[in-house]
């Protein structure tokens, strides 16, 4: 370590991440600068992100917003860091992941090492023979509306590394660079699309969510995937008692200072919808309509084709109590 360097980065940890980045590799951001254009003058380009680094003085520019379409004609916000900034990040997140990765809940999928969508799928459907009802939950706007104060807390719970805690409070304050070329300040939220957003959102939910299950819902098995969730439970009346609590948890915003207790979360959710085993039950109009498990429990940016129909399904209707596991 250069002793006049007031943080002790390895400069071997940069050049780890460079090459993570470099394997994803990705849009430019703000900055119009591709993999390949950082990579024409690596060794230069590398030292002076470690050096900066190191000495504190490295601040992440602007993310470059990009809106993605979706399915039901809205849009999605991701934010594009630059590649010396996605490598910075990297690092970071390097730090974080082994340290973090012990404590997360079980059933939590999304952006982990050696997890997947269909884990999660696959997960979910086994439960589904032994629990009758399923209650589909999504947080609305997640990633743009993390509370920073409790995020830093949360992260503050896991380690006192000054260089950790000073850039990712940095990174959470880095305005978005618009299509149009404008800058605009950030209040909440880690951008969808950040090499660390994703450890971050996780370790959020970790507590706001996770936790508080185990706690509150132990009987009631869940799959996370980022800020889709699936929960099973034994009857119409146990989902709509956890989406009461939920929607109730959600509304408050007491207490704070509690979070890593696994109180107050600041998300809000979308309007659930209540499954019956292969039956579709909408929470909010009641209609009834036939389904097969395998269509309505996908992880978002998933397919897998169902296995056949719901007409010939022999175990429509039958309760979880009489069902055969399938091999």
Request: hydrophobic share 40%; with cysteine; glycine share 6%.
């Amino acid at each position: 370590m250069d002793k006049a360097k007031p943080f002790d980065i390895p400069k071997r940890e940069v050049w780890e991440a460079f090459k993570k980045v470099k394997a994803n590799q990705g849009a430019a951001g703000v900055d119009g600068q591709s993999v390949a254009d950082f990579e024409a003058d690596l060794s230069n380009n590398l030292y002076k992100l470690w050096n900066r680094m190191s000495s504190g003085s490295y601040f992440p520019p602007p993310v470059r917003r990009v809106d993605i379409p979706k399915d039901d004609g809205r849009t999605r916000p991701l934010g594009i860091p630059t590649v010396g900034d996605r490598i910075a990040q990297e690092v970071v997140k390097r730090y974080l992941e082994p340290r973090l990765e012990p404590i997360f809940h079980a059933d939590s999928y999304g952006y982990r090492p050696g997890r997947s969508a269909i884990d999660a799928l696959r997960t979910a459907r086994q439960r589904c023979w032994r629990y009758d009802w399923v209650l589909d939950i999504d947080v609305k706007s997640y990633f743009d509306s993390i509370d920073w104060a409790l995020l830093l807390k949360a992260v503050r719970k896991h380690t006192d590394c000054p260089w950790v805690l000073l850039y990712i409070e940095r990174w959470l304050e880095a305005p978005v660079q618009m299509e149009d070329g404008s800058i605009v300040p950030r209040a909440a939220g880690t951008p969808q699309g950040g090499v660390v957003s994703p450890i971050l959102a996780n370790l959020f939910l970790h507590y706001a969510f996770d936790l508080w299950m185990g706690r509150n819902f132990p009987a009631i098995p869940f799959e996370r995937y980022a800020d889709d969730v699936i929960c099973h439970c034994r009857s119409a009346e146990g989902a709509q008692a956890l989406w009461s609590a939920l929607e109730a948890r959600s509304a408050s915003a007491e207490d704070e200072a509690r979070l890593l207790q696994g109180y107050e979360p600041t998300w809000r959710l979308s309007g659930p919808l209540i499954r019956l085993s292969r039956i579709l039950l909408s929470a909010e109009k009641g209609e009834v309509a036939r389904q097969s498990i395998r269509c309505f429990i996908l992880a978002r940016g998933q397919s897998e084709s169902a296995e056949g129909h719901p007409a010939d399904d022999p175990t429509m209707g039958v309760p979880s109590s009489a069902r055969q596991d399938p091999d």
